[in-house]
């Protein structure tokens, strides 16, 4: 089976497992569902982080409003009295204004961001050191499991403006955010190998031959931005490695040029009494027993 190592930009972004013979319609398909999934896990988790710590999102007439200007405007909150986390309100006020405050109890509220991490490390960017692919079934089971952990403590369901409902109902509106620019169109995306752009309607063997035992650094971007930079020849661990040995060689030549510097004084035509321990027939003489 052929590996390509996704990257989006200089940042790799996950493994994936394919063969020569798949088109490229259909890989372009499978990856930038990949990527747009994985962004949608990461989103969910930062939202149910806030969800665990203050409670659910207040209705988008109230958010950011003052105590005061609630009262004075006569606006209710109807959904806390419906969505009331399981085991029990926790008070912890949402310093932005944004979430009502009334947040689940210690224990659910460690559940959910315990699930949150467990679901963020099952399509981490990590996974390409540890070797491991991330498929669409991946970015599934992160979904359910972050979809199970809303259930168990809100098995009213979450109200219909709470940015974690749209996210698993497939309903945000990523409009005017910096999330909207990380997410790639399919018909708008472009998939590249060795500097060259892999053509639609071609098959991978095209492009990298017909060994499935092959290995590739691919990088995805949208369409019309031409090339991307091309990977540098040394990864930045070697570099800095290699940076570090020729520093500790330049360290030691220093060192060596210094002593040699004196190094001449040791020398017999530097011996001032050279000379005079020749006439005396003292040169060459050895101490210690025979």
Same mark, same amino acid.
């Given at each position: 089976?052929?590996?390509?190592?996704?990257?989006? !930009?200089?940042?790799?972004?996950?493994?994936?497992?394919?063969?020569?013979?798949?088109?490229?319609?259909?890989?372009?398909?499978?990856?930038?569902?990949?990527?747009?999934?994985?962004?949608?896990?990461?989103?969910?988790?930062?939202?149910?982080?806030?969800?665990?710590n203050h409670g659910i999102t207040l209705p988008p007439n109230m958010q950011g409003l003052?105590?005061?200007?609630?009262?004075?405007?006569?606006?209710?909150?109807?959904?806390?009295?419906?969505?009331?986390?399981?085991?029990?309100?926790?008070?912890?006020?949402?310093?932005?204004?944004?979430?009502?405050?009334?947040?689940?109890?210690?224990?659910?509220?460690?559940?959910?961001?315990?699930?949150?991490?467990?679901?963020?490390?099952?399509?981490?960017?990590?996974?390409?050191?540890?070797?491991?692919?991330?498929?669409?079934?991946?970015?599934?089971?992160?979904?359910?499991?972050?979809?199970?952990?809303?259930?168990?403590?809100?098995?009213?369901?979450?109200?219909?403006?709470?940015?974690?409902?749209?996210?698993?109902?497939?309903?945000?509106?990523?409009?005017?955010?910096?999330?909207?620019?990380?997410?790639?169109?399919?018909?708008?995306?472009?998939?590249?190998?060795?500097?060259?752009?892999?053509?639609?309607?071609?098959?991978?063997?095209?492009?990298?031959?017909?060994?499935?035992?092959?290995?590739?650094?691919?990088?995805?971007?949208?369409?019309?931005?031409?090339?991307? !930079?091309?990977?540098?020849?040394?990864?930045?661990?070697?570099?800095?490695?290699?940076?570090?040995?020729?520093?500790?060689?330049?360290?030691?030549?220093?060192?060596?040029?210094?002593?040699?510097?004196?190094?001449?004084?040791?020398?017999?035509?530097?011996?001032?009494?050279?000379?005079?321990?020749?006439?005396?027939?003292?040169?060459?003489?050895?101490?210690?027993?025979?």
């Amino acid at each position: 089976m052929v590996k390509l190592h996704i990257k989006k !930009g200089d940042e790799s972004q996950f493994l994936y497992d394919t063969t020569v013979e798949q088109p490229i319609d259909e890989l372009l398909k499978d990856i930038v569902a990949i990527h747009n999934g994985r962004l949608k896990v990461q989103r969910i988790c930062a939202e149910m982080e806030e969800l665990a710590n203050h409670g659910i999102t207040l209705p988008p007439n109230m958010q950011g409003l003052t105590e005061e200007q609630v009262e004075e405007l006569k606006l209710k909150d109807e959904w806390a009295e419906k969505c009331v986390p399981q085991g029990g309100v926790r008070e912890n006020k949402d310093p932005i204004g944004r979430r009502n405050g009334q947040a689940p109890n210690e224990k659910m509220a460690e559940m959910m961001k315990k699930t949150a991490k467990e679901a963020k490390d099952m399509i981490s960017k990590k996974k390409v050191e540890a070797n491991v692919y991330v498929t669409q079934a991946t970015v599934k089971e992160a979904l359910d499991i972050l979809q199970g952990a809303v259930m168990i403590v809100y098995p009213m369901n979450l109200p219909p403006h709470e940015n974690v409902r749209l996210e698993l109902e497939n309903n945000e509106d990523l409009t005017g955010t910096q999330a909207s620019n990380e997410v790639l169109e399919e018909e708008n995306t472009s998939i590249w190998f060795s500097g060259k752009e892999m053509l639609r309607g071609k098959q991978l063997k095209d492009f990298i031959g017909k060994n499935e035992k092959t290995k590739i650094v691919a990088k995805i971007q949208k369409r019309g931005l031409g090339a991307p !930079g091309r990977e540098p020849v040394v990864s930045e661990d070697e570099q800095k490695k290699m940076m570090a040995y020729y520093y500790k060689k330049q360290e030691e030549f220093k060192k060596l040029e210094a002593e040699s510097e004196d190094a001449y004084l040791d020398s017999p035509w530097a011996d001032s009494n050279q000379l005079k321990r020749q006439f005396h027939g003292m040169n060459n003489i050895k101490w210690g027993p025979r």
